[in-house]
Structure formats: C-alpha cells, structure tokens
C-alpha cells in the first residue's frame, strides 16, 4: 500500500528525478532503478516493504515505510541524499 496518496493537480510536479520527487513518487508507489559507481540498483517495495536492493540481490535493505528507507538506506557507507548527485536514472 503507498505511503502517500497521488496529489494528481500537481503530479507535473513531481515528474522529473529531484530528490524531493523520487520521495514522493516511491511513497505513491513507483519503483525505479538507478546506477550508482556503475552498479544496478533498485528501489522496489512490496505491499508492507519498502526496498533499496542491488540487481544483483547482494545488497539489500527493507524498511516499514519511504520515509525510513530514504532516511536509514545506506551505500558504501551514505545516504541516497549523500550520493543523489552521482546516481543516475535508468528510464
């Protein structure tokens, strides 16, 4: 079940790959993956678990909510803040 619930007036908002964005839009629901130091990532969840997972399932981390896991996930060491500008987005 999202997190948060889709503001569809300002979704234009939100389309595009800020920080602020990729928040919301995981806590609505939308997985991503991402390249970080030429890895895959991926930020995926089920319906009570929220994931930050390497492709290939050697790094995973489960957290009970969006905020938690943007707040407590971890690679090499930092926080997806930390690392935000040196990610960069699969389409």
């Known amino acids: 079940m999202p997190d948060f619930k889709v ?5 234009d908002k939100y ?8 928040v919301k839009r995981v806590g609505w629901g939308e997985e991503f993956f991402f390249y970080y130091n030429g890895e895959m990532y991926w930020l995926a969840q089920t319906e009570d678990v929220r994931h930050l997972s390497k492709d ?4 995973s981390q489960e957290f ?10 971890r ?8 690392i935000w500008d040196e990610i960069k987005w699969e389409m």
């Open 15 to 22: 389309d595009n790959f800020e920080y602020e964005s990729i």
């Open 7 to 11: 503001d569809w007036n300002n979704y």
């Open 75 to 82: 690679i090499d060491g930092k926080s997806l803040l930390e």
């Open 64 to 73: 009970k909510t969006t905020a938690e896991l943007f707040e407590k996930a």
């Open 56 to 59: 290939d399932c050697t790094h």
